[in-house]
């Protein structure tokens, strides 16, 4: 196994740092290995906001449901779809390009570019012995976030990404078993037998959790998601990313 | 700097492979390591299709405009957005997860975790000395390559990615200039400022194709951008996306 692969297998987020900031090298090596990702047709449909000073990121963290490793941390990145250079480039070369821009199917695009970049960004810290853990919970509250970080329209915060030194290490999770993510030709689905490598991994998970719990927790995958998705969550963004300008047509 | 990120700095889409295909172990070693990358809220929102056969190839070449390295490669995955397993959990939890599992925000969590797991995917097949190239071509007929695949409601194929034994070297295409895509603390766009840095990149862009053509080319970047946004394309996605019970509320 080379490193890259044992890098990519030893991902674990890691939510508690040292209170010790990025260096500026470090930050920049960071970015750039995020621009070297692939991007469709080299639309390049992102900014990356970094956030040293704390009393934003304390903010942040409230914003993001009081998560104490927002605030606490090497370095905050906040990872946005961008198409307001496109706008830039519309006024530049005089051509109307709002109906590309505000497509469902150019949302799609800037959301896969971030979140290819964002990877990257990713391994590049855990190579670097940096820890990271991505923060969806920065979509609670996107319109104060959105403020705080004076984002122009056709521009959204997708998800932060906390980095730094680790203070803390966490277990790795187990994923779903390979054959019930990974198909080969074709996907062609039975039900049955969808629900039974299920049971299976919740068996899994279960005693993952009995074992580092002590026997507090023995929660199921299955009962986990439908918990959390019986309570939807972010209803608000159908609204906002189209106000945003994204998603409309 | 270290193997990670000189694999990261070192991308480029390759698009001529030869006819030789990726053994198991490959296979295996770049699904897991796709699934090793992070996932909001341990979701789990994707599913890859690996696909071998010739003639299945041929068709996706086809669809995805004639790109002949869809069908020429070493083994081509699609990656596809997915919450069918999600339905059969309502199903085997009892409960009604459709308001969620149709919102925006899911349609956005699916999207990135795919993304994120396909990076590492590439990520995994470059540092095997494989080469890699997302297939965005993918798109543009989402409900042939649906029927081709087998797809069940709530799975959306979101891009494809060949990956083989390189038969020729691509150059890398420069990026934007790193603080026209990093800002630290707020993004405050100033849209002069803007202007002269967009300026600035398309000479750059500009020289990058004119050494490569001899001459024959010498597009700008803010060019390329307008004449492809000016041209909107896949504009059936709101519909199709919404008709496969994503993005509805």
């Given amino acids: 196994m080379n490193s890259v692969i044992e890098t990519i297998l030893n991902h674990r987020s890691i939510r508690k740092y040292e209170d010790k900031p990025l260096s500026e090298e470090q930050i920049q090596t960071i970015v750039e290995s995020a621009q070297a990702a692939s991007t469709s047709s080299y639309i390049q449909a992102y900014s990356i906001i970094g956030v040293k000073d704390k009393e934003t990121k304390r903010k942040l963290a409230q914003l993001a449901g009081n998560q104490p490793y927002v605030e606490t941390n090497g370095h905050f990145f906040v990872f946005c779809a961008d198409f307001h250079r496109h706008d830039v480039i519309a006024e530049m070369e005089k051509k109307d390009l709002s109906t590309a821009l505000e497509s469902t199917e150019q949302f799609m695009v800037a959301i896969i570019d971030v979140a290819l970049a ?16 991505y923060i969806g919970g920065l979509r609670n509250e996107l319109e104060e976030v959105s403020k ?3 984002l122009p329209h056709h521009v959204i915060p997708l998800f932060g990404l906390t980095v730094g030194h680790p203070a803390g290490i966490t277990d790795k999770k187990p994923r779903l078993p390979f054959k019930h993510v990974y198909h080969e030709e074709t996907y062609e689905p039975n ?10 991994y919740n068996e899994e998970i279960s005693a993952y959790y009995n074992e580092r719990t002590n026997g507090k927790r023995q929660d199921t995958w299955t009962g986990q998601m439908a918990e959390m998705l019986s309570n939807p969550k972010r209803m608000y963004m159908k609204e906002f990313v189209e106000k945003q300008g994204f998603n409309k047509k």
């Fill in 118 to 133: 964002a990877q990257n960004a990713t391994l590049a810290a855990e190579s670097m012995g940096l820890g990271a853990c």
């Fill in 148 to 150: 705080l970080l004076k």
């Fill in 191 to 200: 039900d049955e037998q969808t629900k039974k490598e299920l049971t299976a």
